[in-house]
């Protein structure tokens, strides 16, 4: 009989430790995707391709990260490209 309540115990608290850890996961990624709908190489006129860290702009150029040529941020959301 010890050994069936020691089973149960072990079985509710993984059950409990997995609960815990998907919400956990569900809330980090959320909070990704509205960080990076806030800055600026998502949300600025002109974007990287490549999204890089500090890129964007209110002019169309060059990324100061990769080198590639700014597209317009309207023009690469259209095109299926979603974040």
Do not use: R, W
Not at 63 to 76: A, F, L, R, S, T
């Amino acid at each position: 009989m010890k050994t069936v309540k020691t089973i149960l115990g072990v079985l509710v608290f993984a059950v409990m430790l997995t609960t815990v850890s998907c919400k956990d996961a569900k809330k980090d990624d959320t909070t990704t995707k509205t960080e990076q709908a806030e800055k600026k190489e998502y949300a600025s006129a002109y974007v990287c391709p490549m999204h890089c860290e500090g890129s964007g702009s209110d002019k169309g150029g060059e990324c100061p990260k990769c080198g590639m040529d700014y597209v317009k941020n309207e023009d690469h959301n259209s095109n299926g490209h979603k974040h």
